[in-house]
């Protein structure tokens, strides 16, 4: 049982370029949505994240969108670096003290310069 | 600051060798704890989770099991490896929960394990 669809599964970009991932989720008791980052044998860290109560948040070069009612949500890389050549993950987690995050498939993104 | 360490980086073991992955965290009380397995290219697959001292839950049946015997020490144990236990391997942690809304998890660098 997948509860959160992750796509696309890779993307090529080029340099100034905006990236685009999309996620969708099944279970609307879901209230924290976060963005990992992940470079090759790191551990992912965490990059942005949204509560429900709010459709945007942007910090730096990095947007969420949240569409509450479709249960989507996406990540916008505006002006795409090199640098940003990493694999990205959505997460959900419900309310509750486990924390347990669920994490999408990842997308691993190439920024061509 | 928290720090939370995991090792070994790397690791390569016999089928039906035993396991012992460590992972403990530093600068903070009572962490949740987490263990999550990476397949080559595919997504995070949580394992287990502690909300305390020996309270393990498992989220998918498997050839592996947690244990919690210290506050910030979590480890992650198999008496008899199988190759389909061969992935990356990540600890993490998330300040407990205040009865507000879940926050950041902070994950260790990992272990690669390859079963041969």
């Known amino acids: 049982q997948q509860q959160v669809k992750q796509s696309p599964q890779s993307l090529i970009v080029q340099k100034g370029g905006i990236s685009i991932i999309n996620c969708a989720y099944e279970?609307?008791?879901?209230?924290?949505f976060p963005w990992y980052q992940q470079f090759p044998g790191k551990g992912p860290a965490l990059l942005i994240a949204?509560?429900?109560?709010?459709s945007e948040k942007k910090e730096g070069r990095f947007t969420i969108s949240f569409n509450k009612s479709a249960k989507q949500f996406s990540l916008h890389i505006m002006d795409s670096q090199p640098g940003d050549s990493a694999t990205y993950f959505c997460a959900v987690a419900g309310s509750g003290n486990t924390g347990k995050l669920i994490f999408g498939q990842g997308t691993t993104l190439q920024v061509k310069p | 600051s928290q720090t939370i360490h995991q090792w070994p980086a790397t690791l390569v073991q016999p089928v039906g060798s035993p396991l012992s992955l460590e992972c403990t965290v530093e600068?903070?009380?009572?962490?949740?704890l987490y263990w999550y397995r990476q397949a080559a290219g595919r997504g995070l697959q949580l394992l287990f989770y502690?909300?305390?001292?020996?309270?393990i839950s498992s989220e998918v049946p498997q050839n592996l099991s947690a244990s919690r015997p210290q506050d910030r020490q979590f480890i992650l144990s198999s008496k008899k490896l199988l190759l389909s236990d061969s992935g990356f391997y990540l600890c993490?942690?998330?300040?407990?929960?205040?009865?507000?809304?879940?926050?950041?998890?902070?994950f260790g660098q990992g272990t690669r394990l390859t079963v041969v």
């Open positions: 600068g903070t009380s009572n962490p949740n």
């Open positions: 279970n609307t008791a879901f209230d924290y």
């Open positions: 502690s909300v305390g001292i020996g309270q």
């Open positions: 993490a942690w998330s300040i407990p929960w205040t009865g507000a809304m879940n926050t950041e998890a902070f």
């Open positions: 949204i509560r429900p109560d709010v």
